[in-house]
């Protein structure tokens, strides 16, 4: 009896030992997740952050009928025609008489973003009164500026390997000075288009190709996912061989990979079909058929759980099957399908594979307006964003990101929402 | 008219047709006209109506936008001056893109060649009359339809068995959506893939050890030969998927039962939303972290460490993979765990052993298969991955199996072949298609297999 004893004792501080090692090792591994999440959030924050934020340029311009080409009576014509590129760079050069020689003189130019010339015109064209006076306008910064601004350029560096050369980090160091440099909220990233210039592209355009996209997904996507989900769960013969199949189906396409899909649409839509390339319509089909297994999985657990005898009592006061359906099943099931949907919709938002095979990658900088304009989607643009070349898109591409985890997390949220309030229990 | 306009009248046409149904069957009882007594709610006979009005129109407008266009494609070719018509079947469609892209651009007056422009005007005059036509078609199609369907509106007709009967068939056809969505992606990567083989042999395909999808433009061109063997990206696709299954695999399965076994409620409920925020994020956020931090940071150590790491390492993508995967693993391995019985954890327990030796040696066996099951969904999920390894992975197609070199994958190369502008019957182009194939048919069996796997298990304890 003892000698059992002594030899289970003499084994088990080693298995104590090992249990806590196990547990230790569970501890790790959720630690690692929890530890990467954080560093990912940190470093998308912490790049992102400064995007929102924006560098604009006092200038003060001397509107010179001369230098325009047109006098306060133009027609608006004749004012949208003038020369107001000249007019900012003679300015530019009142303020810096030193920028001489070309290299000079054209880095001057890289101070301002190539958009104010159009500022000024819009300016101009609404009080054609300002001709002839000089007058201080706020300009968006050239990119490069604005970066500098955000301290993302370490002045120490050697000349060749900035952007900013020695000359520019002096002028801008007088435009500081005299109170000609000014951060301000960035209303731009929000009600711009796509610019190759960074500092005037925006999301606009992106978002609402989102809307429209999710707007053609949800409207098909849902009313044939419950139908769906209502046939196998209500309607389907038992142990058809079809019925089988189209079940084997659907569980198969919930696990095939995103990009597949993408080449059907590319395959049938586009180039059988005659669906215009790049459009909201042709994404959001494809989207559809991607989130048609998630929204079919959930509303088929949806209606399961109402339980029978609800079914039974509308049948047996002379209910038909599907007005049985209709009238009672489908409404008590509706939150978990809806909490299915929404989550099938919130994987369509942060979808891009499939996207970038029918054309959504195209350059677009028109804000679409319909469902056959051609469109770009939020993540289709932090993919685009973040193979530019320009330090600058680097933090737009994670202000991006924010700005669409913005939009995850509402979803994912009200999701949760539906399912605390109405789930029942039966 | 435009498809809107169409539609919209069709639309009105339909609550028009419910309308008159509604009204008649409410008449019909008052005359008396086979019946006195209704046999369904007016309501059905308003539906009744409005199927009747909209299912040939339905069919019409189908039946249009499937042929439209190689109709009237086919009739302007027929249109062209012979020499031309020679031309265009030899010329792989060219006149007629050329055609329908001068149509397209709006300015058929300013071209010069004369011929080209006669087609274009001939094209758009075509199109307009398909238009017209199909308008007047789909219109005649409803209000036939709706005057057939409003002669059936008699008490004795048995209009609501009528609509549910369209009702439970609709449903079948959305159940059916994804038998066509299957056929679909089947028929269509097959017939490309098959255009693909007649150009390029699919032994070279599939054992060639060199992949570059160049094709020249002149014959004397260098590098003219476009190689197309797909060995190097199925090697880089394995070995990237390699490594997430690495991670996720032993981080995944813990996660699970620490979860499960150990963590305290308030410790689950704080960690199991922080894993569904990690399942819930983009892949391109992941692949954009990869490239713009993971990617740095392992050159740097590797640097440091005195190794020479690619910029683009399949290290980088396959660790961000991992944790993407992370999640997807925990959950399907606790679904497996949780399926063994209780009288098993609480018989090991009972006999002295601990909770670890109680995991390890009852648990983990018997949910084996669906773990395993999960573990082959999530390497089906890694190799069909795509946005990571096209942000972070590289181009290049190296065959390797050191992690630290760049290598690509197949999802990579599709995108790539796809993504630019190019004509769409060149084998590079079709050559995504192959691979697009290849990629499915292996994810396909994958999840065959891993579907059995897990329902063959899940039967066992039931």
Known sequence: M??????????????????????????????????????????????????????????????????????????????????YAKAIKVSLRKIFPDAKGRKKKR???????????WQLRDAVMKHPDLIGTTHAFWFLAKDDVDVFMKGQ???????????????????????????????????????????????????????????????????????????????????????????????????????????IFGLLGLAVFINFFGVPRSTPLVGGLVLTLMTLPTIIIASRAAIKSVPPSIKQAAIGLGASPVQTLFHHTLPLAMPGILTGTIIGMAQALGE??????????????????????????????????????????????????????????????????????????? | MSIQTILLTLVALLLFSYFLGHKRSLRSVKKGRGGDKLHSRPAYYGYMVALWAGIPAVIVLLLWTMFQSQIVTSLTV????????????????????????????????????????????????????????????????????????????????????????????????????????????????????????????????????????????????????????????????????????????PLGLMSAIY?????????????????????????????FFAALTVAPFIRQAGEALGLDVASESALAAGLVMGIMLIPFISSLSDDALSAVPRAMRDGSLGLGATRSETIRKVLIPAALPGIVGGILLAASRAIGETMIVVMAAGLSANLTINPLEAVTTVTVQIVTLLTGDQEFDSPKTLAAFALGLGLFVITLLLNIVALKVIRRYREQYE
């Open chain 2, 259 to 287: 979860l499960s076994d150990y963590a305290s409620p308030m410790m689950r409920a704080i960690t199991k939303p922080v894993l569904e925020v990690l399942a819930g994020i983009p892949t391109v956020v992941y692949g």
């Open chain 1, 153 to 259: 350029i370490d002045r120490n560096l050697p000349e060749s390997d900035r952007r900013l050369k020695d000359f520019q980090l002096a002028w801008i160091d007088k435009l500081l000075a005299e109170g000609r440099l000014e951060k301000r909220f960035n209303t731009t990233l929000f009600t711009a288009g796509d610019s190759r210039e960074p500092e005037q592209a925006g999301v606009a355009g992106a978002i609402m190709g989102s809307f429209f996209t999710m707007l053609v997904t949800l409207l098909l996507s849902f009313p044939i996912g419950v139908a769906a989900a209502a046939y196998l769960e209500e309607f389907a013969p038992q142990n058809n061989r079809w019925v089988d199949f189209i079940e084997v189906n659907i569980n198969n396409l919930a696990a095939v990979p995103s990009i």
């Open chain 2, 78 to 249: 027929a249109g062209l001056p012979e020499t031309m018509q020679a031309e265009s079947q030899g010329g792989h469609g060219l006149v007629i893109n050329e055609i329908m892209n001068l149509a397209d651009s709006g300015m058929v007056a300013e071209k010069s060649d004369p011929t080209l422009k006669a087609a274009a005007e001939h094209y758009l005059r075509l199109r307009g009359i398909s238009h017209q036509a199909i308008a007047v078609l789909a219109l005649v199609a409803a209000v036939i339809g709706m005057l057939l369907g409003l002669r059936m509106v008699r008490p004795d007709t048995r209009a609501r068995n009528v609509v549910e009967r369209a009702i439970v068939w609709t449903m079948l056809g959305c159940a059916a959506i994804a038998i066509l969505t299957t056929v679909g992606i089947v028929l269509s990567v097959l017939f490309e893939s098959l255009r693909f083989f007649h150009a390029v042999p699919i032994t070279d395909f599939l054992f060639g050890l060199t992949w570059s999808p160049q094709t020249a433009l002149r014959a004397d061109q260098v590098g003219s030969s476009g190689a197309f063997g797909a060995v190097p990206l199925f090697a880089g696709t394995i070995l990237i998927s390699a490594i997430a299954l690495a991670v996720a695999v």
């Open chain 1, 107 to 117: 880095g001057l130019k890289n101070l301002v973003s190539n958009s104010a010339p």
């Open chain 1, 2 to 83: 003892t000698a059992t004893r002594d030899r289970i004792e003499a084994t088990l501080r080693k298995r104590y030992r090992r249990e806590r090692l196990f547990r230790f090792f569970g501890l790790v591994s959720l630690g690692i997740s929890f530890l990467f999440l954080l560093i990912l959030l940190f470093t998308i924050f912490r790049t992102g952050l400064p995007a929102f934020q924006q560098t604009w340029i006092k200038i003060d311009v001397d509107l010179d009928p001369a230098v325009l080409g047109v006098d306060r009576h133009a027609s608006q014509d004749e004012l949208f025609g003038a020369n």
């Open chain 1, 352 to 426: 891009t594979a499939p996207l970038l095979m029918i054309g959504m990658v195209a350059f677009v900088v028109d804000i679409p307006h319909g469902i056959l304009d051609p469109a770009t989607v939020m993540p289709v643009q932090v993919y685009l964003w973040s193979d530019s070349p320009e330090r600058a898109f680097v933090e737009r591409t994670s202000a991006a990101i924010i700005i669409l985890l913005g939009f995850l997390v509402v979803m994912n949220s009200a999701a949760i929402l539906l399912r605390r309030r109405f789930e029942r229990k039966w």
